[in-house]
Structures are given as structure tokens and as C-alpha cells.
């Protein structure tokens, strides 16, 4: 079993930075992909950006590529998400998620309860 705490979110205007964080449980987050999600009221969650078990293979959502980072530190069983240049559309809450195995392709199946990311123009 895995729990995911996700911290960072919060309000910004267009073009700030924040950088989210998910801290993970149990002794098995070395070995497993971890990936972040997002979600808008009204629409299905949808992929943003995820790394595989050693911090390597960095895939990232169209929308998102180049604007923002994903990283994770295995010694603190944690994964960030580095968000820059925001937009009003990149307004959701985020969700940190971690797979069974160690490969961005998934699937993901532990989520954490999410984070309010607002973005104002």
C-alpha cells in the first residue's frame, strides 16, 4: 500500500511559478514510476507529466512540455512538479500518483487526495 500527500498548490497570476510536491509512504517509492494528473470540475483527469523509478524518461503532456518539470528524490521518497510560465488553463487540482511498476507508461493505481492549482490572468 502506498499514501500520497501532495502539498504546493495554491493561487498565482499568469506567468508565476509554483512547485508541488508529493510525499510518499512505505519503502517501495525507489521502484515505482510516479506521475501527475490534473483534473478541471466537469472534465476527466488527464495525464501531465511523469518519470520513471530512477528519476530518468521524463514524458510530459503536450500542454505542458517546456513549461514544466517533474523530479524526485528517492532518499525523501518524494516527487515534484516545477510549474512555470502558468496559464489560466493550467488551473485544476493536481494529483500525484504512483505505479505498481517502474515505468512511465503505468498504469497508476495509488492517488493522493490532490492540490488546488488557481491561475489568474
Known amino acids: 500500500q502506498v499514501q500520497l500527500v501532495e502539498s504546493g498548490g495554491g493561487s498565482v497570476q499568469a506567468g508565476g511559478s509554483l512547485r508541488l510536491s508529493c510525499a510518499a509512504s512505505g519503502r517501495t517509492f525507489s521502484s515505482r514510476a510516479m506521475g501527475w494528473f490534473r483534473q478541471v470540475p466537469g472534465k476527466e483527469r488527464e495525464f501531465v507529466a511523469a518519470i520513471n523509478w530512477s528519476g530518468g524518461n521524463p514524458y510530459y503532456a503536450d500542454s505542458v512540455k517546456g513549461r514544466f518539470t517533474i523530479s524526485r528524490d528517492n532518499a525523501k521518497n518524494t516527487v515534484y512538479l516545477q510549474m512555470n510560465s502558468l496559464k489560466p488553463e493550467d488551473t485544476a487540482v493536481y494529483y500525484c500518483?504512483?505505479?505498481?511498476?517502474?515505468?512511465?507508461?503505468?498504469?497508476?493505481?495509488?492517488w493522493g487526495q490532490g492540490t488546488q492549482v488557481t491561475v489568474s490572468s
Open positions: 500518483a504512483a505505479s505498481p511498476t517502474g515505468l512511465t507508461s503505468g498504469p497508476y493505481n495509488y
